[in-house]
């Protein structure tokens, strides 16, 4: 981990992790999955430094997906954040206790359950919007427009690739 390190930088915490020599990680060396955690690591780590600890990255990202998919199942909002339903649960749980969702049963399966934001779900993602987007702004602004394009296309083009691999 790289907490003492930090300069607003991405890229150059990036470099840092991935020439560690004094590390031998064998077969792993380089490995698209290995890398993806270790990134994936890092903007966790920064996002929660950016906001002080007071929201986690992925509840962030499911709380904005109930908020702009007002009635969907728990299952098309698991699918849009990349969580399995057993991820999910607990973090709509903790939500509709705080009282920042509601949750009610689907008309067409009484079983199955669809969400909705209310005003203080609305209120915390408006809280932090400006804070996030400044936070993406400074930590792309590293790799420029032009590799932020790329990144972003290699991404979703490996996630397809991945599919296609589990639909097989």
Known sequence: MC???YNNNIIDILEINMTNTDFDYGILHHMVGLELRKAQALANQTFLSALEGQLLPGHYTVLV????????SQSRIAE??????SS???ILKQFEKDDLIKRYPARHDRRAKIMTITPKGTGLITKYEKQIKALE???LSG???ENHAKLVELLLAFQEVLKTRLDT
């Open 137 to 139: 702004q400074t930590v």
């Open 80 to 85: 849009a954040a990349g969580l399995d339903r």
């Open 65 to 72: 997906l109930i908020a702009k998919n007002p009635n969907q």
């Open 143 to 145: 790799l420029g427009p």
């Open 88 to 90: 999910l649960v607990p």
């Open 3 to 5: 907490n003492t390190i």
